[in-house]
């Protein structure tokens, strides 16, 4: 079956570097998302991105967050000056069109520990 | 600000019987619903989905029921499996398609054998 994959499954930073967290979507998929987990809390959306270009964002994604799909096959998200309460599981996903295809498939998520 | 509220944290059930996980939701804007289940160590593995013009939906042994009008769904898991035991997330959108999605916060399930 068809998977997300992420990498690295568990990133540690300082406070104020930027990280680049990455992910492959399933080849076929044509939107693509980044959700966030704090620990105990609700998976949160950040941003969706379709046809190079962002298509929605939360108030999460602030300027401090960036999306990318440097080629036909990465999508990354940069954090470019991590802060302590960015830790978090940082989950890609990615769907096509359609109802037929509606039901996002997750990656197994990047730990992101700040310290 | 929650708009989808999974008021259980935890449900216990022994194996063989109905497991029934409850979700509310309070923007009547969402008209699309899903149902994802998670394991540790791995991302939500998306189980089964309604529509608004619907008020069920059934695969296998999972069942989805939403009431409109009470703004409540349900998902129904008969007969519970040990497999089962995992962290069960409702999730609801505007529009369907490809929109982001609005989660709760999650029930975990331990289906006992």
């Known amino acids: 079956e068809p998977e997300v994959t992420q990498t690295p499954s568990h990133q540690v930073t300082q406070m104020g570097q930027e990280v680049i967290l990455r992910c492959v979507p399933i080849s076929n998929h044509l939107y693509f998302y980044w959700y966030r987990q704090i620990l105990g809390q609700k998976v949160e959306f950040l941003v969706s991105f379709y046809n190079n270009e962002i298509s929605e964002k939360s108030e999460i994604f602030d300027d401090q967050f960036s999306v990318e799909r440097p080629d036909g096959s990465n999508f990354t998200l940069k954090i470019r000056s991590t802060k302590l309460e960015d830790s978090a599981m940082y989950f890609c996903a990615s769907s096509g069109t359609g109802i037929s295809n509606y039901g996002y498939t997750f990656g197994s998520g990047t730990r992101l520990t700040v310290v | ?113």
């Open chain 2, 1 to 113: 600000d929650q708009q989808v509220k999974q008021n259980s944290p935890s449900l216990s059930v022994q194996e063989g019987r109905i497991s029934i996980l409850n979700c509310d939701y309070t923007n009547s804007m969402f008209d699309y619903f899903l149902w994802y289940k998670k394991y540790p160590a791995e991302g939500p593995t998306f189980l089964i989905s309604i529509s608004s013009i619907k008020d069920k939906n059934e695969d296998g042994r999972f069942t989805v029921f939403l009431n409109k009008s009470a703004k409540h769904l349900s998902l129904h898991i008969v007969p519970s499996q040990p497999g089962d035991s995992a962290v069960y997330f409702c999730a609801a959108s505007v529009g369907g398609g490809n929109t982001p999605l609005v989660f709760g916060k999650g029930t975990r399930l331990s289906v006992i054998a």
